[in-house]
């Protein structure tokens, strides 16, 4: 198996004063550097975001047409709603912005 690793470096440049970072000592697992927000100020609408990173080798199996498979360890809870999405150190502000209804863009 060819594991994804999580990006070596903030989630989003400029925002690394936000971040907290799961796992930190735990050792059984990866450290995961996450940005924490709440759509709206106030709404309760919290989300984390974290960036992950593909090595060229496996750039070049996705471009081949391999998938990115996830895996949620759930401990036997209910699972929570993701999503997973393909940007640059600008997709925070876009997806932040969809997330509100302010964007028109319909990707």
């Known amino acids: 198996m060819d ?14 004063s936000e971040e907290v970072v799961y796992a930190k ?5 990866s450290p995961l550097r996450t940005l924490p927000y709440e759509t709206y100020p106030g709404s309760g609408d919290y989300r984390v975001m974290s ?9 070049r199996k996705v ?3 391999s998938d990115i ?4 360890l759930t401990f036997g809870q209910p699972l929570q709603p993701i999503l997973m999405a393909l940007g640059d150190n ?8 969809r997330a509100r209804g302010e964007s028109n863009d319909k990707d």
């Open 3 to 16: 594991y994804l690793k999580p990006f070596d470096g903030p989630v989003v440049v400029g925002r690394e």
């Open 25 to 29: 000592d735990q050792p059984q697992y």
């Open 51 to 59: 960036r992950w990173t593909l090595t060229p080798e496996q750039r």
């Open 63 to 65: 471009s081949e047409g």
């Open 69 to 72: 498979f996830l895996t949620i």
């Open 90 to 97: 600008d997709f925070y502000e876009e997806y932040a912005k």
